[in-house]
Structures are given as C-alpha cells and as structure tokens.
Antibody
Framework: QVQLVQSGGEVKKPGASVKVSCEASGYTFTSYGISWVRQAPGLGLEWMGWLSSYNGNTNYAQKFQGRVTMTTDTPTSTAYMELRSLRSDDTAVYYC????????????WGQGTMVTVSS | QSALTQPASVSGSPGQSITISCTGTSSNVGSYDLVSWYQQHPGKAPKLMISEGNKRPSGVSNRFSGSKSGNTASLTISGLQAEDEADYYCCSYAGSSTYVFGTGTKVTVL
C-alpha cells in the first residue's frame, strides 16, 4: 500500500525542539522528493521546505531558515523534520507530502502530526 | 514569498458550477504551468485534485477542472454536490524547489 505514515502528536514547551518522522511505503522512496507543510489551527496550508529523498538536498522557506532541518534515512525510507526554538505560534498540524516528479504536485500526504507548544 | 490570493469563500447550490480564483505573480503562477489544487475536508489531510494547472489524477471526478490566464489560475467545480463542501487550496511551484500555497477558499453547498 502506497502511504506516508507520520509519528504521533507532541506537546513541547517554548524554546524546545521537535522532530517529526514520515515513513514511506509502497513505492521507491528515492524516486520522489518530500515537502513538509504545516497548518495552524483554523488557518491555511504553509509550505515549509523541500527535501530530496535521493541525495538529501534541501531548500527551506525563508521563514524557517535557521530553525528547521529536514533529513532522510534511506534504509528505513523515512523523512524527518526538526523544528527548533519552538514558539506558541508553531502550534500546528505538520504534514509530509510526496512530490510528483515533473508536475511538482503533492500527490500523497501523511496523516498529519499535531505539535502543541505550550508552557 | 507571499501566499497566493484566493477568495475566502464561495458558495453554490447543488448542480451549479462555481469557480475559485488563485492570483499570484510573475514569479510563481505566471512563470510555470505547475499549479496544483487540493481539497481538504475538516480534520483530514489535503487531497490532490488538479496538477499542472488542468490535469486530473486518476480517481478525481471530471467535474473538477483547472485553467490559467497570466498570473491567475482557476478551479471550476461543475455539477456541485454536497460532498464538494470543503476547503480548497491552490499551490504553485515558484522555482528552485520552492512552492507557495494559496490562502484557501471555503466552498459551501447551499
């Protein structure tokens, strides 16, 4: 079954870090890039960055540069997103999404991981 | 990159057609035929409905269609059905492996 399965919800204090995982199955992991997208409660989708599952290259949205790191572990077909120096406005559902080659569309999504930042 | 501009809400009666606009700039929508559209029901992950401006993935109803003119892309839903009630987001490739989403549109079926 072609799917992306994300890790469970997290509760963090301001200033902490969170690392969310996204395990791919049912397709060749290294053939597709991965993007991370977040959605704050009641708000819209926000693109955070792109990760090449082939060679680990990354490109982050300017807003998150210096605070986010996206990595892959090819043997386990897993992508990771770490966000540091968490603030209350980082409270959101974080999604990983597979990027369809040549069309740059997000054709497969994880189920989402709720990250709550609260003191 | 600023978010692409979408109307906050659009509504229509069952059977009618509605169109959602998505306005960007010459750096994103206007430069690439790589606009995609997503449907999101409450509490669910987004679902790809249109890629490359006007291509429907397998399994997506042909009631959904897309187009583009200049810096504005559009999604049309024909024969509106109750199940189409959801939030819709456009997204454009913006060069150098970067992307930008639209502000989102809530579609209400009256």
């Amino acid at each position: 079954q072609v799917q992306l399965v994300q890790s469970g919800g997290e509760v963090k204090k301001p200033g902490a870090s969170v690392k969310v995982s996204c395990e791919a199955s049912g397709y060749t992991f290294t053939s597709y890039g991965i993007s991370w997208v977040r959605q704050a409660p009641g708000l819209g989708l926000e693109w955070m960055g792109w990760l090449s599952s082939y060679n680990g290259n990354t490109n982050y949205a300017q807003k998150f540069q210096g605070r986010v790191t996206m990595t892959t572990d090819t043997p386990t077909s897993t992508a990771y997103m770490e966000l540091r120096s968490l603030r209350s406005d980082d409270t959101a559902v974080y999604y990983c999404a597979r990027i369809q080659p040549n069309t740059d569309a997000f054709d497969l999504w994880g189920q989402g991981t709720m990250v709550t930042v609260s003191s | 990159q600023s978010a692409l501009t979408q109307p906050a809400s659009v509504s229509g009666s069952p059977g009618q057609s509605i169109t959602i606009s998505c306005t960007g700039t010459s750096s994103n929508v206007g430069s690439y035929d790589l606009v995609s559209w997503y449907q999101q029901h409450p509490g669910k992950a987004p679902k790809l409905m249109i890629s490359e401006g006007n291509k429907r993935p397998s399994g997506v109803s042909n009631r959904f269609s897309g187009s583009k003119s200049g810096n504005t892309a559009s999604l049309t839903i024909s024969g509106l059905q109750a199940e189409d009630e959801a939030d819709y987001y456009c997204c454009s490739y913006a060069g150098s492996s970067t992307y930008v989403f639209g502000t989102g549109t809530k579609v209400t079926v009256l």
